[in-house]
């Protein structure tokens, strides 16, 4: 993951959550009744509005029943298109 911004880790982590959320079929309100976080949590999280602390990493991880190395596993293409975003001329 070399070269990407904390901006970068936090969108690319949010989409994460939420790939991973859909893919079990569950709402932000059933993730965060799992994660024990208010629903809205969850979406400003998904959306990369709010930050969140490594308990709170934790916390989703187990409400999405994964280890929490499993959300920082990005597909190649994302973390390749958070460099592009921030190049000059781009």
């Avoid at 959320?21 to 709402?27: C, D, I």
């Avoid at 965060?32 to 400003?44: D, I, Q, S, T």
């Avoid at 308990?55 to 390749?80: M, R």
Wanted: aromatic share 4%; proline share 2%.
């Amino acid at each position: 993951m070399r070269g990407i911004l904390v901006e970068d880790v936090r969108r690319l982590l949010g989409k994460r959550i939420r790939a991973l959320r859909l893919e079990q079929g569950l709402s932000q309100e059933q993730l965060g009744e799992r994660a024990g976080l208010h629903r809205n949590f969850v979406g400003l999280v998904e959306r990369a509005e709010r930050a969140c602390s490594i308990t709170t990493v934790a916390k989703i991880a187990d409400g999405l029943g994964v280890n929490v190395h499993e959300l920082f596993v990005f597909p190649e293409s994302e973390e390749q298109a958070g460099r592009k975003d921030r190049q000059p001329g781009h």
